[in-house]
């Protein structure tokens, strides 16, 4: 079973937008798909109320459950989970990354918000965890901004994932229809771009996992 963790202590970075879209791509995909909500705000679960019980299920948890539940998931045959967790909390971030195969932080590629990962990279660091800076919401046409932002990255010790999710109208279509992008607008370029991040994480967990096991 895959479990990817979404954090990102900076609010307003897209986690919730990411968490939904990469679970029903999984979903799409073939696989067992479940969402754990952390986040008080309950954003996925209210996604997950309008869907009248499509899936991916989406399940709420406190911090401490967390790993509980990952564990309940597996051994009742999920196979491909993701932890939604909200901003400026510790506890549900540190309970989120342990749990977690990889971990991917959102972030807007703007000065001020490229500053703010710093502590969520310290996070994800304590637990020596594979991590990935994922660059959300920017222009969609923006080559030299992306470049800039992945080299200050780099410069904080992280590498950013090569996939980018660029600020989208259909996001937000989607989700107030309680749909994902890849139902919304399948042949849209939100579609081929959570696809391929989709395709990207996976690879890279299943990479990882040869590795350990090589060791």
């Known amino acids: 079973m895959t479990t990817i963790a979404i954090v990102s202590q900076k609010g307003g970075s897209g986690k919730t937008t990411l968490a939904v879209n990469l679970a029903a791509v999984a979903e799409a995909a073939g696989q067992v798909t479940l969402i754990i909500d952390t986040d008080p705000q309950a954003t996925a679960s209210q996604w997950g109320s309008w869907r009248s019980e499509r899936a991916p299920e989406v399940i709420d948890s406190a911090p401490p459950r967390i790993q509980h539940k990952v564990d309940q998931a ?12 909200p901003p400026h909390a510790d506890s549900a971030a540190s309970r989120a990354v342990e749990a977690a195969d990889l971990v991917l932080i959102p972030c807007r590629p703007s000065a001020f918000d490229l500053a703010a990962i710093k502590t969520t990279i310290s996070l994800v660091r304590l637990f020596d965890k594979p991590a990935f800076v994922v660059f959300t919401a920017g222009p969609p046409h ?10 200050l990255v780099r410069s904080f010790g992280i590498k950013a994932c090569p996939q980018i999710l660029p600020d989208r109208a259909v996001y937000r279509h989607a989700s107030a229809a309680g749909a994902s992008v890849i139902e919304f607008e399948p042949d849209g370029k939100a579609a081929a771009e959570i696809t391929a991040l989709y395709m990207w994480s996976t690879a890279h967990v299943t990479m990882s996992t040869r590795a350990l096991m090589a060791e």
């Not at 923006?142 to 080299?151: I, T, V």
């Open 142 to 151: 923006a080559a030299r901004m992306y470049e800039e932002a992945a080299e």
């Open 74 to 85: 597996k051994a009742q045959g999920a196979t491909f989970v993701v932890i939604d967790t």
